[in-house]
């Protein structure tokens, strides 16, 4: 069963950093790209980062360009966001998400999220 497990959030005033981590399991995670969202109260899950399944390309939500770094590491089955200059509106819960394909059928998995919260 596929498993995706974050950690990583936590309390941080603006200008702050904190590296989330996304524990994959249950699936090649090698073979597939890994995504970020965000949600706050009352608004949908926002997409924040996506790298592909090598991490040689990566795509980023405007609000965050310059400040969020997407990796991963294939050979421990993680993904990372790293995100810098923390500001206020970055508060939120992030989720780490895939779609796995199986079977020409395509399926959703998020992890439970992490709760990030930016405030002085």
């Known amino acids: 069963q596929v498993q995706l497990v974050e950690s990583g959030g936590g309390l941080v005033q603006p200008g702050g950093s904190l590296r989330l981590s996304c524990a994959a399991s249950?699936?090649?995670?090698?073979?597939?790209?890994m995504s970020w969202y965000r949600q706050t109260p009352g608004k949908e899950r926002d997409l924040v980062a996506t790298?592909?399944?090598?991490?040689?390309?990566?795509n980023y939500a405007d609000s965050v360009k310059g400040r969020f770094t997407i990796s991963r590491d294939n050979t421990q089955n993680t993904v990372y966001l790293q995100m810098n200059s923390l500001k206020p509106e970055d508060t939120a819960v992030y989720y780490c998400?895939?779609?796995?394909?199986?079977?020409?059928?395509?399926?959703?998995?998020w992890g439970q999220g992490t709760q990030v919260t930016v405030s002085s």
């Open positions: 790298i592909t399944s090598t991490g040689g390309s990566t």
């Open positions: 249950g699936f090649t995670f090698s073979s597939y790209a």
């Open positions: 998400y895939v779609v796995i394909s199986f079977r020409r059928e395509y399926y959703n998995y």
